[in-house]
């Protein structure tokens, strides 16, 4: 292992495998990835930059004002001397003889604190910021040392300039110089990250140099507590410093064996054995042993998923439910009356005494195994399972309709899945739309000035001109774009949301065709891309799938879709000739970080780079449905595995065979694949079939004859009849044209993109045709006209659409001459 990582990781080959405790590296000072947050101890020196100002006279202070801060204004000097007046004065009036201990008992430090323009006086202005000038200096000379929701409650039009300037401080200066140097990230995240490290500092009364990885995040956590995290103000859900971490971290400023990114210490690790059967506090002691050694020998050919459910099943949902019945159980045969009793506790939720247990069967299963495997591991190891060796109370009979369940489940999955087929051009044709629309609209208004009115598709629409606007189109070479719907009044924040729909129709797209699960799709990264070549030089591109719920790779060819969805995410992240940037993510099922990969589903959220989660897919999906249904209430939600069932469906009930298809889905089992495919006219298909396999049975097998060099002739120049002037047709092998060749109006013309000019004259031609019919008052004419102009007009539209699916290097290795 790596000896800068001090927690267990995973690679996008070994997600699934199983579960292990891996010790920590000796070299790193950290003895789990579970680091604890800690504010700083205060040095033996105090940062003093001024000396010690903690009992200075108030006209000292102002004497101070313009020294502290040269090249500043005459004006900005005496502003803050006049805060500072404001300030001090109020505070000289209360306890203490320190200026902290004042501060402390000004009710100014405390959570939900004022801000201190209170002071001021309402009706004059400048009153605010002379006092918040005022308190930025006390802040940075260091003669307070504000507490986290102190500091926040008031707003600093800008604090971590000037403090570095007073501070004069060479490691900080460089830590300045390195976030200037960050070009992948905003002006305001870069901003972000010099404010979050001066906060901290200020809060903890500490210089650079005494910052540990336990301070910081002790600085990160009481903003989330707090929901001051900046960006994301009474949001309790965001972390602070994420940046300033990731930034300090390539600095070489905390130890050997610091994580890369604050977030490795914020989300829990995987827990050991003994923790996940202490959180259900089991009162005998002999049981929990029991079941931590049962769950250590489980370990070996179990993911860390599984042993967590089956901890939970085990000794919260069983033995502690029995102890709770009856306290005095000290072994595993229960008797008839405490069983009963278990099995009704059993069918309701914990939570919710109301609700009944749907998955009452896989517990009963769970125990059931736990008293089978005793039996069977005591004939080996006596001495160590025989003492617990007990009959089991779970009988067959209690296990007699987990069959008839599982085929209700399947027969519900199945319903779903029929609901659902047509309703999915719908959904895609919906975010396909959406994405387009976006795009066409933030390549239109990128290079309109700002305030200034455009119109695009025949709607009006002007670029927002804020102070804000203004300040980021002066120092960013490409500013995030936001215009204003002359028609709703709405302010559309046009780059973000072109991002979030590029992503939701990517997300669709490689569902769809693929039938991956949402895991697999957000652990795709540049190297599942491979190409393979056949005997005859055709290049077929395969999606390589890192194991999901098995231990076993797959290989998915890509069809032109898919391939054509792929492309397009590796265009977009390898846009301005960059390659994609190697990233690590948090498995939440297996509470786990993967080493640095260049994962594709990964984008630039705030100060940080991270992966799409699976629960940001399901998001995007349940807001893209709810948009829909808007307008047509009968539209039904989709989640990600959705798409894999109709995936299955659409496959098998084509002609697939089903083990192909099982190899497709990455199922062990043909059963389980049977159980997502949605038969339609299941009866009707399965009879007719067997029908003709008895008529062929009945038939002398002389009649089947090999095909004849005349009818494979044939076979083959159906195919070149399909070649028509505009392109193609996809009409199936041994039909005649049902439209008598008038393509246009045909469903079954392929358009080649080569033909729009074709096409745009037979439009032309079209109109001049109505015209005439209008003259002429030939009434039936202008209506075949107009029905052919439709369909003229839509197949312009779907060719059109085509030419605008540039080609994508994927950065895919070429196989030398010399292999071929």
């Known amino acids: 292992m790596d000896s800068r990582t001090t927690f267990d990781i995973y690679t996008a080959r070994n997600r699934r495998q199983t579960f292990r405790e891996v010790p920590c590296p000796p070299s790193t000072p950290f003895t789990s990835a579970a680091l604890k947050a800690t504010p700083a101890p205060r040095p033996e020196n105090p940062p003093a930059p001024f000396g010690d100002l903690s009992q200075a006279e108030v006209v000292d202070l102002c004497g101070m004002a313009r020294d502290i801060l040269p090249g500043q204004s005459g004006s900005s000097a005496e502003q803050r001397r006049t805060g500072i007046r404001m300030l001090f004065?109020?505070?000289?009036?209360?306890?203490?003889?320190?200026?902290?201990?004042?501060?402390?008992?000004?009710?100014?430090?405390?959570?939900?604190?004022?801000?201190?323009?209170?002071?001021?006086?309402?009706?004059?202005?400048?009153?605010?910021?002379?006092?918040?000038?005022?308190?930025?200096?006390?802040?940075?000379?260091?003669?307070?040392?504000?507490?986290?929701?102190?500091?926040?409650?008031?707003?600093?039009?800008?604090?971590?300039?000037?403090?570095?300037?007073?501070?004069?401080?060479?490691?900080?200066?460089?830590?300045?110089?390195?976030?200037?140097?960050?070009?992948?990230?905003?002006?305001?995240?870069?901003?972000?990250?010099?404010?979050?490290?001066?906060?901290?500092?200020?809060?903890?009364?500490?210089?650079?140099?005494?910052?540990?990885?336990?301070?910081?995040?002790?600085?990160?956590?009481?903003?989330?507590?707090?929901?001051?995290?900046?960006?994301?103000?009474?949001?309790?859900?965001?972390?602070?410093?994420?940046?300033?971490?990731?930034?300090?971290?390539?600095?070489?400023?905390?130890?050997?064996?610091?994580?890369?990114?604050?977030?490795?210490?914020?989300?829990?690790g995987q827990s050991t054995i003994e923790e996940l059967v202490d959180r259900y506090r089991i009162r005998n002691a002999g049981v929990r042993q029991l079941l931590i050694d049962y769950l250590i020998r489980r370990r070996a050919d179990s993911d860390y998923i599984t042993i967590e459910a089956l901890s939970r099943n085990l000794a919260s949902l069983f033995w502690a439910t029995v102890e709770r019945i009856n306290p005095s159980q000290q072994d595993l045969a229960l008797s008839s009356e405490v069983y009963d009793q278990w099995r009704a506790e059993l069918q309701y939720q914990q939570r919710d005494r109301t609700k009944l247990r749907k998955g009452a069967a896989s517990i009963l299963l769970a125990v059931r195994g736990l008293y089978v495997d005793l039996h069977s591991w005591a004939i080996t190891e006596p001495e160590r399972w025989a003492q617990w060796v007990a009959p089991c109370p779970i009988m067959p009979r209690d296990l007699k309709g987990f069959g008839k369940r599982s085929r209700e489940i399947n027969r519900r999955m199945a319903d779903r899945t029929r609901v659902r087929q047509p309703l999915l051009p719908v959904l895609v044709q919906h975010v396909e739309a959406r994405y387009e629309?976006?795009?066409?609209?933030?390549?239109?208004?990128?290079?309109?000035?700002?305030?200034?009115?455009?119109?695009?598709?025949?709607?009006?629409?002007?670029?927002?001109?804020?102070?804000?606007?203004?300040?980021?189109?002066?120092?960013?070479?490409?500013?995030?774009?936001?215009?204003?719907?002359?028609?709703?009044?709405?302010?559309?924040?046009?780059?973000?949301?072109?991002?979030?729909?590029?992503?939701?129709?990517?997300?669709?797209?490689?569902?769809?065709?693929?039938?991956?699960?949402?895991?697999?799709?957000?652990?795709?990264?540049?190297?599942?891309?491979?190409?393979?070549?056949?005997?005859?030089?055709?290049?077929?591109?395969?999606?390589?799938?890192?194991?999901?719920?098995?231990?076993?790779?797959?290989?998915?060819?890509?069809?032109?879709?898919?391939?054509?969805?792929?492309?397009?995410?590796?265009?977009?992240?390898?846009?301005?000739?960059?390659?994609?940037?190697?990233?690590?993510?948090?498995?939440?099922?297996?509470?786990?970080?993967?080493?640095?990969?260049?994962?594709?589903?990964?984008?630039?959220?705030?100060?940080?780079?991270?992966?799409?989660?699976?629960?940001?897919?399901?998001?995007?999906?349940?807001?893209?449905?709810?948009?829909?249904?808007?307008?047509?209430?009968?539209?039904?939600?989709?989640?990600?595995?959705?798409?894999?069932r109709l995936f299955a469906t659409d496959i098998v009930n084509g002609g697939l065979p089903i083990h192909i298809g099982a190899a497709l889905l990455g199922h062990l089992n043909l059963q389980t694949t049977q159980g997502y495919v949605a038969v339609f006219g299941e009866d009707i298909v399965k009879h007719y079939q067997e029908f003709l396999n008895h008529r062929r049975s009945l038939r002398p097998e002389e009649e089947y004859d090999d095909v004849t060099r005349d009818e494979w002739e044939e076979f083959e120049e159906h195919f070149d009849k399909r070649k028509v002037e505009l392109g193609n047709c996809a009409r199936p092998y041994g039909s005649p044209c049902h439209h008598e060749h008038a393509c246009i109006r045909c469903p079954m013309l392929q358009v080649n993109p080569k033909m729009l000019p074709r096409l745009a004259e037979i439009e032309k031609d079209l109109i001049l045709r109505r015209k005439r019919a209008e003259q002429e008052q030939w009434l039936g004419e202008i209506e075949g006209i107009d029905l052919t102009l439709t369909f003229a007009r839509a197949k312009q539209a779907d060719a059109a659409r085509l030419t605008r699916r540039t080609s994508v290097a994927l950065g895919v290795p070429a196989i030398p001459s010399s292999n071929r």
């Open 89 to 268: 004065l109020h505070l000289a009036t209360l306890p203490g003889t320190t200026w902290q201990e004042r501060w402390e008992a000004s009710g100014f430090n405390d959570v939900n604190a004022p801000s201190v323009t209170v002071l001021g006086r309402p009706e004059v202005r400048y009153h605010s910021s002379c006092l918040a000038s005022a308190l930025k200096m006390a802040f940075a000379l260091r003669i307070i040392q504000p507490s986290v929701p102190g500091f926040r409650a008031n707003t600093f039009t800008d604090y971590a300039e000037p403090f570095r300037i007073i501070q004069n401080d060479p490691r900080l200066d460089e830590f300045f110089e390195t976030v200037d140097a960050q070009s992948h990230l905003h002006l305001v995240h870069r901003r972000r990250a010099k404010f979050d490290l001066t906060c901290a500092l200020t809060t903890q009364g500490i210089a650079l140099e005494h910052l540990t990885p336990s301070a910081l995040l002790h600085y990160s956590l009481e903003n989330k507590r707090l929901g001051l995290t900046p960006g994301a103000i009474n949001n309790t859900t965001r972390f602070a410093a994420l940046a300033a971490w990731e930034i300090l971290h390539r600095m070489g400023h905390f130890p050997p064996g610091t994580a890369p990114t604050l977030r490795t210490f914020i989300y829990n």
């Open 437 to 644: 629309h976006l795009a066409s609209l933030l390549e239109a208004a990128t290079p309109v000035p700002l305030g200034v009115p455009f119109v695009h598709q025949g709607r009006s629409y002007s670029r927002t001109d804020s102070r804000d606007d203004r300040r980021r189109a002066a120092v960013l070479s490409d500013p995030s774009v936001r215009v204003i719907d002359h028609v709703t009044g709405e302010t559309i924040h046009v780059t973000m949301a072109e991002d979030t729909a590029f992503w939701e129709w990517a997300a669709v797209e490689v569902l769809r065709h693929s039938g991956i699960r949402v895991e697999e799709l957000c652990e795709l990264t540049h190297l599942s891309i491979r190409q393979y070549q056949r005997a005859n030089g055709e290049v077929i591109a395969l999606l390589v799938i890192a194991p999901s719920k098995s231990d076993r790779e797959r290989v998915i060819p890509m069809s032109a879709e898919l391939f054509h969805a792929v492309a397009q995410i590796v265009r977009r992240q390898t846009r301005s000739s960059r390659t994609i940037p190697l990233v690590i993510r948090y498995d939440p099922h297996e509470k786990t970080w993967s080493e640095p990969m260049p994962f594709l589903l990964q984008r630039q959220l705030g100060t940080v780079r991270g992966v799409m989660a699976a629960g940001t897919v399901l998001n995007m999906l349940t807001r893209t449905c709810a948009e829909i249904s808007e307008s047509n209430p009968a539209f039904a939600t989709f989640t990600p595995h959705d798409f894999r």
